[in-house]
């Protein structure tokens, strides 16, 4: 088991998340685990009413002293920039292997640097991201084109059969609506759970029609 800490930085919104990411963040979860003191590090942006203004963490596993000691002359050059309004450093290790077990508390470490990887390449390759499922409406084609399709391209490298493809997005779309619940309110996520479902009930028509 690693120890694991969270560096937040709390920023003004959602332009300065991304701007702190290309600036900084990208480049540290990278170099930061070649010093001996990191095994691993990973980032999250945050723009949520729930979190107030905008958010990025970094997520770290190994010595957070050593590795504060190492950093925080950046971060705090950030801050009297006004780049960063502040940050704050908090141990979740406990928290880290409760949510997800001790064999489970690793992979996802390593989950979380294959995400950073295909976040960098896909800032790399577009100049403003594409539309989650449709980013031309009004282009006629057979099915819409947006991220989506990177996520199921993705699967599909893996070799995951179809029907665990469709159990990893089902699941995916509950511990969304769990956010949603215990971010914004029960009554919305109920209320999208309904729509969902009216949609997969259309689509079951459609293909016995």
Request: proline content about 4%.
């Amino acid at each position: 088991m690693h120890q694991i800490s969270e560096v937040h930085f709390t920023t003004h919104g959602k332009t300065e998340n991304r701007q702190l990411i290309d600036r900084y963040i990208l480049d540290a979860v990278e170099r930061l685990p070649q010093q001996e003191f990191c095994d691993h590090a990973a980032f999250m942006p945050l723009t949520h009413d729930a979190v107030g203004g905008g958010n990025v963490w970094i997520t770290v596993a190994g010595d957070m002293e050593t590795l504060v000691d190492h950093e925080s002359d950046n971060w705090d050059d950030f801050v009297e920039e006004g780049f960063v309004s502040e940050w704050d450093v908090t141990e979740v290790t406990e928290d880290w292997y409760e949510m997800a077990g001790e064999q489970g508390g690793e992979l996802l470490l390593q989950l979380h640097r294959v995400a950073n990887q295909a976040t960098k390449a896909a800032f790399e390759e577009f100049e403003t991201p594409p539309a989650p499922v449709d980013t031309y409406p009004e282009e006629e084609s057979k099915h819409p084109v947006g991220w989506w399709m990177v996520l199921d391209t993705m699967s599909g490298h893996q070799e995951y059969t179809f029907e665990e493809r469709v159990e990893a997005f089902l699941y995916g779309i509950r511990h969304k609506y769990e956010d949603v619940s215990k971010l914004e309110s029960p009554e919305k996520a109920a209320q999208q759970i309904d729509e969902c479902i009216r949609s997969l009930e259309t689509l079951r028509n459609e293909m016995q029609d």
